[in-house]
């Protein structure tokens, strides 16, 4: 057996399908029962049938559509939007606590689980989701941009352009240069090839790979004051080397902005920053931070900034990572599983 949390899912549905003789729709309610926290499992069985199942909080994006002749589950709606090309499709967030079944092209919709709260993950309004898609009928474009817009109202600064950090940055850059009225200029360049790092496995791993992912605009940075716009702080490396890398490309200034307040506790809900003690924001003061990424100024958007760019209230999302407030029905010595995840 693996460290897998799928496979523990996979196992535990397994056990209730096949040595308590339940059949899937029994199985899935009775494994719902027996989980607390984020979980999206969709599978297909012997015959032919796809289950497709959100816990009743909401944490993650699923949705089902039709494309064509096809039914389709996904994660993200821009899936869907890809797969149906010019034809279109109709797709609709499964509810939290809802299981879909899919039977020989015909849908059926089952709630086997409920929640009096919502608690939809803000790092995928932040982050993790494709800028092109929709989470629960709020467009993750617009939302990053408006989180932009709020963080130049609450963090606004003297610069002479706004530099996004691509490719997760751009959107709230883009809102911020709107709202502070400096021009909108990519300074960094990608390397398509190099995908994200703060999910690396190891530190000399993500920095190589930040190395790797971008490179300067020198004619456009040099003797400018630059204010730098990303999406967020996990661990400081990354940030660290793209102020350098500034830096050595002629910036007179470098002034950091980050639409996502400073995340100071562990996710336990399926992002990869397990213990408080690789979470810079956590173990320094903003003062020694800025100091660390060798920045001019830096400043974190706020928590009403970030609810008022998404457009929900605190009832509504999971802040748990900035808050250290977890909405888990049970209580748990988070620290011990902490503890074990640090050893790992």
């Known amino acids: ?24 729709v029994e199985a899935f309610k009775v494994t719902a029962s027996e989980i607390d926290g984020s979980c999206s499992m969709v599978l297909v069985n012997d015959k032919g049938e796809l289950y497709a ?11 089902v559509g039709r494309v064509n002749d096809l039914v389709v589950v996904a994660s993200e709606t ?32 089952i709630q086997i689980a409920s929640s009096k709260r919502r608690a939809r993950c803000m790092f995928e309004y932040v982050y993790f989701s494709r800028p092109d898609s929709v989470f629960d009928g709020i467009s993750i474009y617009k939302a990053r941009e408006n989180i932009g817009r709020e963080l130049a109202k609450r963090c606004p600064a003297e610069g002479d352009m706004v530099v996004p950090v691509p490719d997760s940055g751009r959107t709230a850059a883009l809102g911020y240069s709107m709202q502070i009225g400096l021009p909108f200029v ?3 360049m990608k390397n ?45 490396t990354t940030m ?19 639409s996502c307040p400073p995340i100071i506790s562990a996710c336990y809900m399926g992002i990869d920053f397990p213990t408080r003690r690789e979470l810079i924001a956590k173990i320094m003061s903003l003062e020694e931070l800025t100091r660390y ?16 760019g998404i457009g929900l209230p605190r009832s509504e999302l999971c802040l748990a990572c900035l808050t250290g407030e977890y909405p888990l029905t049970k209580s748990y010595k988070l620290e011990l599983l902490e503890e074990l995840l640090g050893r790992g």
């Open 1 to 24: 057996m693996t460290k897998t949390d799928t496979e523990v899912l996979a196992k535990l549905l397994a056990k209730n399908l096949m040595e308590c003789g339940l059949d899937y």
């Open 186 to 188: 990519e300074g960094l």
């Open 192 to 236: 398509r090839y190099v995908g994200r790092t703060f999910i690396m496995p190891g530190q000399d791993l993500r920095d190589e790979m930040v190395s790797l992912k971008l490179n300067v605009v020198r004619d456009i940075v040099q003797g400018r004051r630059i204010v730098l716009v990303d999406d967020s702080i996990v661990r400081g």
């Open 240 to 258: 660290k080397r793209i102020v350098r890398l500034l830096r050595r490309g002629g910036a007179k200034e470098v002034h950091v902005r980050i």
């Open 53 to 63: 199942y959100r816990d009743p909080m909401g944490f993650k994006p699923l949705c």
């Open 78 to 109: 821009c899936a869907l939007d890809v797969l149906a090309g010019f034809n279109g499709c109709e797709y609709e967030p499964v509810k939290p606590g809802e299981l879909v079944r899919v039977s020989e092209g015909s849908i059926e919709k």
């Open 293 to 308: 990424v060798e920045a001019d100024t830096l400043e974190y958007n706020t928590i009403d900034g970030l609810l008022a």
